[in-house]
C-alpha cells in the first residue's frame, strides 16, 4: 500500500494538483497578510470568496466574457472588504463580528442572492458554459520539460497571477511608501498617526487591497476550479487562509510556502481517497489537522525564540 | 435616573438596529419576491398566527414549535456569552454541538440504565467530551499563544469528519437507508413538555435552569468576575492576580461544556436516532444571540425567541411565497453588523451623557448654594 502511495504521489499530475489547489488558498492569504500587516484582523475571507465566487459567475454570464467576470468578483470583494471596513471601522462594530456576518451572507445569503438575480437554487450549473471560464496557458519551452513542465504549464491565468502576486505584495509592502505606511499604522497606529499618516484611510486601504485578493481567489473557485458556483464550494478555505497567514509568520514569501503546504495536504486528501481501505472521512481531516500542527509548530518556535531572546538579555545585563 | 435614561436609550438602539435590519431584510424581500406582501406576512406573524378567511387565530403547536427550537440555541448562546465575556473568540460552539449530540446518542444506544437517569448520564457525557475538547484551542493559547479563533475554526472541521468516520464505519444501522446510528433505548429519550408534533421537551425547562445557572455564575462567583474582567481588562487583572491563564481555559471549558449539552439535549429530545451529517449550525446561531442579548445571560432567552421566530416565518415564507428560507442569513448578518455597532446612533447616547453630566452639575451646584446660604 505504501508503495501504491508513492507511485501517486510522485507524478507530474500530483505536483500539478497542489499548485492548482494552492492557488486559491494563496489568493485569500495573501489577503490576510495585507489586512494583518495593517492590524486589521480580516475573519470575512470565507464569506468574501463565497460572495465573489457567485458574481464573478454571474457578471461573466451576462457579459459573456471572463475578464469581465473576473473583475466583478474583485470589486465584489473591495466591496465587501470595504463594508467590514465600515463597520469596523467608523460605526466601531467588533471586526470579528462584522467578518463573521460577511460569513453569514456568503453562507446562506448567497443561495438567496443567486435566486434573486437569477431564480436558480443552491447552484449555477446552468449558466456555466466553457467560454466563461477562466482560460489556461501553456507556458512554451517549460512545457516540454518533462514532470516540471507539465506540472508546471498548463495552468489557468489566475494560477500564474496568484504567484506572481506573491512577489507584487511583497513589493507593495517592503518598496513602496504605501506599504510603509501599512506596516506602520498595523505596528503602533498612534505612532503612525503622530507623524501624519491618515491611519484610518490606510486600514481601509489594507482591508480593500485584501477584499480584492479573497475576490480573485473566489473567481479562481467558481470560473475554474470547480466550473461553477454552489453553495459550500468555498468550504473553509478563507479559514485555512488565515491559518496560513499566522504560520507564514505574515509574510508573503512564508505565507506563500505555508499556503503550498496545505495545498499539498488537500492534494494528498484527493490521492489517498482513491486508495483501497481508506476511510474518506479521516483523509479530509488531513488539511485541518496540518492547520493546528503548522500554527503549534510555529507559536512553539516563536515561543523558544522569545525565551532564547530574554535569555541572552539576562546574560547581557549580568555581565 | 441618569441611568434609567441611558437603559431606554440603550432599549430604543436595540429596537433601531433591529428594525433597520428587518429593513434590510424587507428590500431584499421585495426585489425578490412576486409577491411580497404575501412573503411579509408569513415571515412577519405567520409564525404564531394562523389565518384562514380573513380572521387571525393563535397557533398553538406553531408556538410550541418556536420555543422547541430555542433549546439548543438558549445553550449554544449561553456558551458563547461565556466565552466572548472573557474575549475569547472561540467558534468551535458549532463542533461542541455536534460531539455532543454524537456522544450523548452513542450513550442513548449502548448504555443501559434505567428510567430518568439515563438521559442525564447520556447528556452529562456529551457536555463533558465537548468541554474537554474545547481543552485544545484553549491550551493552545494559553500555553502557545496560538489565535484560538484559528484553532477553533480548524476544530470544527476536524470534529465534524471524525465524527462522521465514526458513524460511517462503526455505529451505522445498515438496515437503514440513510446513513444513521441504531434507535436510542426509550429510557434515554428526553421526555416530551407537552404531547404533540412539536417537539417540545423537558430539555427547554432545563435550558432556562441552565440561563439562571449562568446569569449567577457570571455575576455572583468570583469566577465569573474574573471572566469577565479578562475581558475587559487583560492586563489589569493579571496585575491584580488573577490567574489569567487558567480564566482563559476555564471560560473556553465552560463554554464547551455548554455547547455539547445543547447538542446532545436536542438530539435525544428531538429523535429518537443520530442522524447529523452537517455541522448543525447552532453554534453559529449562538453567536448571534449573545450579540443580541449583549453577553447577558438573562437575555438569551429573548434574543433566542426572537431568532427562533424569525426562522420559523422565514421557513413559511420560502414554504407559502417565492423567497429563499436563507433570507435569515442575510436578516442576521444585518442585525449583527447593525447591534453591535459601538458607534451606531452614537450621536444621541453623546447627548444624553452631556444632558446628564449638565444635570448633575446643575445639582452639584444647587446643593452646594445651599450649603452656602
Known amino acids: ?319 | 435616573m441618569s441611568n434609567r435614561r441611558m437603559l431606554v436609550f440603550n432599549i430604543l438602539r436595540g429596537a433601531a438596529a433591529i428594525f433597520l435590519a428587518l429593513g434590510v431584510g424587507f428590500i431584499f424581500i421585495v426585489l425578490s419576491s412576486d409577491e411580497p406582501l404575501n412573503a411579509l406576512r408569513y415571515l412577519l406573524i405567520g409564525p404564531v398566527f394562523r389565518i384562514r378567511d380573513g380572521v387571525l387565530s393563535f397557533n398553538t403547536t406553531s408556538f410550541q414549535t418556536i420555543l422547541a427550537a430555542m433549546i439548543p440555541t438558549i445553550f449554544t448562546g449561553l456558551a458563547v456569552c461565556v466565552m466572548f465575556s472573557a474575549s475569547q473568540f472561540n467558534l468551535a460552539g458549532e463542533g461542541a454541538v455536534m460531539l455532543g449530540g454524537f456522544v450523548g446518542a452513542l450513550c442513548a444506544i449502548y448504555l443501559n440504565i434505567p428510567g430518568w437517569i439515563h438521559p442525564v448520564v447520556c447528556v452529562l457525557i456529551g457536555a463533558a467530551v465537548s468541554g474537554l475538547i474545547m481543552l485544545i484551542p484553549a491550551l493552545l493559547k494559553v500555553k502557545l499563544g496560538a489565535s484560538e479563533l484559528v484553532t477553533s475554526l480548524m476544530l470544527n472541521y476536524i470534529i465534524m469528519f471524525i465524527v462522521l468516520h465514526f458513524l460511517n464505519y462503526y455505529f451505522a444501522d445498515r438496515s437503514k437507508g440513510a446513513t444513521q446510528t441504531f434507535s436510542f433505548q426509550p429510557t434515554a429519550q428526553i421526555p416530551a413538555l407537552i404531547e404533540g408534533s412539536s417537539k417540545l421537551s423537558w430539555g427547554f425547562i432545563v435550558a432556562l435552569i441552565f440561563v439562571v445557572i449562568v446569569a449567577l455564575f457570571m455575576y455572583r462567583t468570583k469566577w465569573g468576575y474574573a471572566i469577565r474582567m479578562i475581558g475587559i481588562n487583560q492586563p489589569f487583572s493579571k496585575y491584580s492576580g488573577m490567574k489569567v491563564g487558567a480564566t482563559i481555559i476555564l471560560s473556553q471549558v465552560i463554554g464547551g461544556i455548554l455547547s455539547g449539552m445543547g447538542g446532545s439535549i436536542e438530539v435525544l429530545g428531538r429523535y429518537n436516532t443520530y442522524l447529523w451529517r452537517e455541522l448543525p449550525g447552532y453554534g453559529w446561531t449562538g453567536i448571534t444571540i449573545a450579540i443580541l442579548a449583549k453577553n447577558n445571560p438573562i437575555f438569551i432567552p429573548f434574543a433566542a425567541l426572537f431568532i427562533a421566530y424569525l426562522d420559523k416565518g422565514c421557513q413559511l415564507m420560502s414554504t407559502y411565497s417565492d423567497v429563499p428560507s436563507e433570507m435569515i442569513d442575510i436578516i442576521q448578518a444585518a442585525i449583527f453588523l447593525f447591534f453591535a455597532a459601538e458607534q451606531f446612533l452614537a450621536k444621541y447616547r453623546q447627548k444624553i451623557v452631556v444632558k446628564n453630566s449638565r444635570l448633575e452639575m446643575e445639582n452639584n451646584n444647587l446643593s452646594q448654594e445651599g450649603r452656602n446660604a
Open chain 1, 1 to 319: 500500500m505504501f508503495e501504491q502511495f508513492l507511485d501517486t504521489i510522485l507524478k507530474a499530475d500530483f505536483l500539478f494538483s497542489i499548485i492548482r489547489i494552492t492557488a486559491p488558498i494563496l489568493f485569500a492569504a495573501l489577503g490576510a497578510v495585507v489586512a494583518e500587516k495593517a492590524g486589521v484582523v480580516n475573519i470575512g475571507l470565507e464569506g468574501i470568496m463565497s460572495i465573489s465566487a457567485l458574481f464573478g459567475v454571474l457578471f461573466s454570464y451576462w457579459t459573456q466574457s471572463w475578464l469581465v467576470g473576473v473583475l466583478g468578483a474583485l470589486v465584489v470583494g473591495v466591496l465587501l472588504g470595504l463594508l467590514i471596513g465600515f463597520f469596523a471601522l467608523k460605526l466601531k462594530t467588533d471586526i470579528i463580528l462584522a467578518g463573521i456576518a460577511v460569513n453569514m451572507i456568503g453562507g446562506g445569503g448567497t443561495i438567496f442572492l443567486l435566486y434573486m438575480f437569477t431564480g436558480m437554487r443552491g447552484n449555477t450549473g446552468a449558466l456555466v458554459s466553457q467560454n466563461i471560464l477562466i482560460p489556461t496557458i501553456n507556458i512554451p519551452l517549460i512545457k516540454s520539460i518533462p514532470i516540471l513542465g507539465e506540472s508546471i504549464s498548463g495552468h489557468s491565468v489566475l494560477t500564474y497571477l496568484a504567484f506572481i502576486l506573491v512577489f507584487l505584495i511583497a513589493g507593495l509592502l517592503y518598496k513602496t511608501s504605501l506599504g510603509l505606511n501599512i506596516r506602520a499604522v498595523g505596528e503602533n497606529d498612534q505612532a503612525a498617526q503622530s507623524v501624519g499618516i491618515s491611519v484610518l484611510r490606510i486600514k481601509y486601504i489594507a482591508i480593500g487591497i485584501s477584499g480584492a485578493l479573497a475576490g480573485l481567489g473566489g473567481a479562481f473557485m467558481s470560473m475554474y476550479y470547480s466550473q461553477g458556483w454552489n453553495s459550500g464550494m468555498i468550504a473553509g478555505r478563507g479559514f485555512i487562509a488565515l491559518a496560513a497567514q499566522a504560520m507564514g509568520r505574515t509574510e508573503p514569501i512564508g505565507t506563500m510556502l505555508s499556503s503550498l503546504l496545505f495545498g499539498f495536504a488537500q492534494a494528498l486528501r484527493t490521492k489517498v481517497s482513491g486508495l483501497q481501505g481508506v476511510s474518506s472521512y479521516l483523509v479530509s481531516l488531513i488539511p485541518y489537522v496540518f492547520t493546528i500542527v503548522g500554527l503549534v509548530l510555529y507559536a512553539i518556535s516563536t515561543t523558544k525564540k522569545v525565551h532564547k531572546y530574554r535569555q541572552t538579555q539576562a546574560e547581557a545585563v549580568e555581565a
